[in-house]
């Protein structure tokens, strides 16, 4: 016999043939399991003994009287009732076929030794005791006035003297009290040592039950709560510590509440009061969060999903309840933050590839403009020319024809220039080639290049620039390229009669540029993307001046790449004004993949394997 085996036992081996007279519909539930028990073993047990009895009373006794026959017939009332449980599993049904049982037996000893004054009356006491096993209102009631009806009906047969008289001396009918008295008293014992059994497996199913229930709680990762209808929290799951870093708790009542986003509020007890009137709701709210022990960092708001319902739906659909408007409702919350972190990326990731599809078309547009423009002057002035002869053509216009078609082949230099130095940069293959120069000389020689430009616009070109700045190291031609395109802006961008003032200062470590014009402006939508590749201005068909779009682009690179800062002031009707700070000693960064490139959401890129330089010398 193995260690883990049962001993047997008489108590066992009477468990074991109870089990198997059991209904079906009670071997699962153990509380059920056990109230049937308590219900069949007495009355086999009793049965059995009085059987067992019966010979030894027929000795001690001689012949037995007729309503004697009649007391140990009825002896298998029991063993029936035990059947008719074992069979149907209706256990009330067995209580109240029980009690009509036992108030029979005692009627008809009663009726025969002296009615309401026999020692068997004192059973009827026992009958709605008995019923109270049952746990059932119904059957407990049912007993209690069987049991009345019983005594009435004895008091009024003894009144009206239709009941024999007993044949018993006084000393006998004592003797008799006493053993009604006794037997009943053992008999409610028994009862209260099963009732007492009963209270104790239902506590002790209950205590099993609410740990398990309170482990599975406790290792939920998702919290639980009961709220009444306005919101107040009366339970919460341990969970909600780890979810918001705080004690359950400070949970409880309308703490849970006041930790919701105040934009949030109403749809949270929306979904709580329709939740209270029996629907089945879901709502994603926000939920402010201690930042203590925080996986994400100091994050104020956490997002979360409650999906809420009705705690008792049975009662809420009864047509006589009376409390429907006080339901409560169980809630199960979620962390769903990171979820809605990458909803967010994936909206952001959309508008990215939004703009970027609208920014290739936009350069389509404009190359296509910019580049078209110079071709058709190039193969028309260039088939004028191959036709001097027929068109008679005198030195003069040659010369003019072929000015015209070296401006235009510039114009289309400088546009690939851009194009090739944008898709350098951003590929990460352009290098400074850092040397030290004088800044001062070389703003001036840019401002003198401008210069006749601004004059023919009439716009004013003011330069200042201290005689006393000092060397700084970098790459000369990136400066350049730099004053170039901010100077060469400020002057496209600026109405006749206008001034554009280029600036230069120093400080110990570093050297401002501030380029201001007083031309026409950018809005403040168009100022966010200031730097963005090809992109320009106002509408693209309401444009006064030629252009890419790359010459802030790619000085926002350069500056980057000289790991310098550019900011941009603007309104719109009054002026510009963009602000350089570069080091006065560039260091270049320590070698890593792709450092230099430049995080600018572009349409497209360029693989170019040789480029031209990326200054250029005008005539």
């Known amino acids: 016999m193995s260690r883990s085996a049962r001993p047997v036992t008489v108590l066992s081996i009477i468990r074991d043939c109870l089990d198997a007279l059991l209904h079906p519909s009670a071997r699962y539930d153990a509380l059920t399991r056990a109230r049937h028990r308590a219900f069949m073993a007495p009355r086999l047990l009793g049965s059995l003994a009085a059987f067992a009895a019966f010979p030894v009373y027929l000795v001690l006794r001689g012949a037995p009287s007729a309503i004697e026959v009649a007391a140990f017939a009825w002896l298998i009332a029991p063993i029936l009732l035990s059947w008719f449980l074992s069979r149907t599993g209706r256990y009330e049904g067995a209580h109240v076929l029980s009690s009509l049982a036992l108030a029979g037996l005692i ?64 000393t006998g009918r004592s003797m008799m009290m006493a053993f009604g008295v006794a037997s009943a008293t053992l008999y409610a014992a028994g009862l209260a040592f099963g009732a007492e059994s009963l209270a104790r497996t239902s506590v002790t199913l209950l205590s099993r039950e609410e740990e398990r229930y309170r482990l599975l709680a406790r290792n939920m990762s998702d919290v639980i709560s009961r709220h009444q209808r306005n919101g107040a929290v009366q339970f919460i799951s341990p969970a909600a510590e780890a979810m918001l870093g705080m004690p359950a708790a400070q949970l409880l009542g309308h703490g849970l509440f006041d930790r919701v986003h105040v934009a949030d509020r109403p749809a949270y007890l929306t979904a709580l009061s329709d939740a209270a009137r029996g629907d089945v709701r879901s709502v994603e709210f926000r939920l402010r969060r201690d930042p203590i022990g925080s996986e994400r960092g100091q994050i104020d708001f956490i997002w979360v999903e409650m999906r809420c319902r009705p705690l008792d739906q049975d009662q809420r659909q009864n047509p006589y309840n009376d409390v429907a408007a006080d339901l409560e409702v169980v809630a199960v919350m979620r962390d ?37 423009t110079p071709l058709n002057a190039i193969i028309g002035f260039s088939e004028m020319i191959a036709q001097e002869q027929a068109l008679m053509l005198a030195a003069s216009q040659r010369k003019e024809y072929a000015e015209l078609i070296n401006a235009s082949g510039q114009h289309l230099l400088s546009v690939v220039n851009g194009i090739l130095d944008m898709s350098k940069m951003e590929s990460g293959n352009f290098e400074i080639a850092s040397e030290p120069f004088a800044p001062r000389a070389a703003l001036m020689h840019c401002c003198n290049l401008l210069a006749l430009k601004a004059r023919e616009s009439g716009i004013d070109l003011i330069t200042d620039a201290p005689q006393d700045l000092p060397v700084m190291t970098g790459d000369p031609r990136a400066f350049k390229q730099i004053v170039l395109n901010l100077v060469a802006n400020a002057v496209k961008f600026t109405e006749r009669g206008g001034q554009v003032t280029v600036s230069a200062s120093a400080s110990a470590s570093q050297l401002t540029l501030r380029i201001s014009d007083t031309g026409v402006g950018i809005a403040p939508d168009d100022l966010k993307r200031i730097g963005a590749p090809f992109f320009q201005c106002g509408k693209t068909y309401e444009r006064r001046h030629e252009g890419t779009g790359l010459g802030l682009s790619i000085v926002k690179s350069l500056v980057s790449l000289h790991l310098g800062e550019l900011t941009v002031q603007s309104k719109l009707g009054e002026g510009t004004a963009v602000t350089v700070k570069l080091p006065l000693v560039y260091t270049p960064p320590q070698a890593k993949p792709a450092a230099s490139k430049i995080a600018t959401l572009t349409p497209q890129r360029h693989d170019v394997q040789d480029q031209p330089a990326l200054v250029k010398k005008s005539a």
């Open 107 to 170: 009627m008809a000893i009663a009726a025969t030794t002296g009615g309401i004054e026999s020692f068997a009356a004192i059973w009827l006491v026992v009958v709605p005791l008995e019923a109270a096993l049952s746990a059932s209102r119904r059957v407990a009631a049912f007993a209690s006035v069987l049991a009345l009806s019983c005594a009435a009906l004895l008091i009024l047969l003894s009144q009206f003297g239709w009941l024999p008289s007993g044949e018993l001396s006084g």
């Open 336 to 372: 769903v933050t990171d979820r809605k972190l990458s909803e967010q990326a994936l909206d952001q990731a959309r508008s990215a590839a939004e703009a970027a599809d609208a920014a290739k078309t936009r350069f389509l547009a404009t190359m296509s403009h910019e580049l078209r």
